[in-house]
C-alpha cells in the first residue's frame, strides 16, 4: 500500500510508518448509498480484534443503518452541525463500553482506552475499504443512555458515521473547506521521557 495523492498532498510523517496510518482520516462527506451488510460486519470483525485489559472486551456497538426504523432513534441524538453532514451516512453507530469486568464486576479503569482501540481497528478497516468512518462527540450523551436503553453500568464513547465517500461539493458549503486531512501536533509536543514537562 502506498499513500494516496490526497495525502502526499496534506500530510507528512517526520518518521517512517505504515502508509495506511496515515491514509486514514475522517472525511464528511458521503454518498447515501447503503453498503453491504457483509461490509459492515468486517468493520465490526475488525473492531472485536482490539486489545484490551485482561481480554475483557468492553466495546459494545449500537447500530442504525439508514432508512431503517432505527436511523431515527440515533440521527436525533446529534447536534444540528453533525446532522447536517451525517444525514448522508449509511450506517450511524454508538460506541458503549462497560465500566466494570464481567469476570468480577470490579472496576476497569481501561475501559475507554480500551473502547478507543476498537474503535481505532474499525476506523483502519474502513480506510482500507475506501469507506468513510468519522467520529464525533457532537450528540447528547444522556439522551443517548435513555433513548438506547443503556445500562447504568456501560460508558457512552462516541458516535461513528460510516459510507461510501462522494465529492465534497456534496456538503454544505461552511464544511466544503474542512473536507482534507489534518496534520498533527509534532512529537515534540506529545512525548516526554521520564517525567512531564511543560
Given at each position: 500500500?502506498?499513500?494516496?495523492p490526497?495525502?502526499q498532498?496534506?500530510?507528512?510523517?517526520?518518521?517512517?510508518?505504515a502508509p495506511?496510518?496515515?491514509?486514514r482520516w475522517?472525511?464528511?462527506?458521503?454518498?447515501g448509498?447503503?453498503?453491504?451488510?457483509?461490509?459492515?460486519?468486517?468493520?465490526?470483525e475488525?473492531?472485536?480484534?482490539?486489545?484490551?485489559s485482561?481480554?475483557a472486551?468492553?466495546?459494545r456497538?449500537?447500530?442504525?443503518?439508514?432508512?431503517t426504523?432505527?436511523?431515527?432513534?440515533?440521527?436525533?441524538?446529534?447536534?444540528e452541525?453533525?446532522?447536517?453532514?451525517?444525514?448522508?451516512?449509511?450506517?450511524?453507530?454508538i460506541?458503549?463500553a462497560?465500566?466494570?469486568?464481567?469476570h468480577?464486576?470490579?472496576?476497569?479503569?481501561?475501559?475507554?482506552?480500551d473502547?478507543g482501540?476498537?474503535w481505532?481497528?474499525l476506523?483502519?478497516?474502513?480506510?482500507?475499504?475506501?469507506?468513510?468512518?468519522?467520529?464525533m462527540e457532537?450528540?447528547?450523551?444522556?439522551?443517548?443512555k435513555?433513548?438506547?436503553?443503556?445500562?447504568?453500568?456501560?460508558?457512552?464513547?462516541?458516535?461513528i458515521?460510516i459510507?461510501?465517500?462522494?465529492?465534497?461539493?456534496?456538503?454544505p458549503?461552511?464544511?466544503?473547506?474542512?473536507?482534507v486531512?489534518?496534520t498533527?501536533?509534532p512529537l515534540?509536543?506529545?512525548?516526554m521521557?521520564?517525567?512531564?514537562?511543560k
Amino acid at each position: 500500500m502506498t499513500l494516496t495523492p490526497e495525502i502526499q498532498q496534506h500530510r507528512k510523517s517526520t518518521h517512517d510508518i505504515a502508509p495506511y496510518i496515515l491514509n486514514r482520516w475522517s472525511p464528511r462527506a458521503m454518498t447515501g448509498k447503503p453498503i453491504k451488510d457483509e461490509t459492515l460486519m468486517s468493520l465490526f470483525e475488525a473492531a472485536r480484534w482490539a486489545p484490551s485489559s485482561y481480554n475483557a472486551q468492553p466495546w459494545r456497538f449500537i447500530y442504525a443503518k439508514r432508512d431503517t426504523e432505527h436511523w431515527n432513534k440515533l440521527f436525533n441524538l446529534m447536534g444540528e452541525f453533525n446532522q447536517s453532514w451525517t444525514k448522508s451516512a449509511a450506517v450511524i453507530i454508538i460506541l458503549i463500553a462497560r465500566k466494570n469486568f464481567e469476570h468480577n464486576e470490579k472496576p476497569s479503569v481501561t475501559h475507554m482506552f480500551d473502547a478507543g482501540s476498537a474503535w481505532e481497528n474499525l476506523a483502519l478497516e474502513a480506510s482500507h475499504r475506501n469507506l468513510v468512518a468519522h467520529g464525533m462527540e457532537g450528540f447528547d450523551y444522556a439522551k443517548a443512555k435513555t433513548a438506547l436503553h443503556i445500562p447504568d453500568n456501560f460508558e457512552v464513547c462516541a458516535m461513528i458515521a460510516i459510507g461510501e465517500r462522494a465529492d465534497l461539493n456534496t456538503l454544505p458549503e461552511n464544511l466544503q473547506k474542512m473536507e482534507v486531512p489534518s496534520t498533527r501536533k509534532p512529537l515534540s509536543e506529545i512525548i516526554m521521557e521520564g517525567k512531564f514537562k511543560k
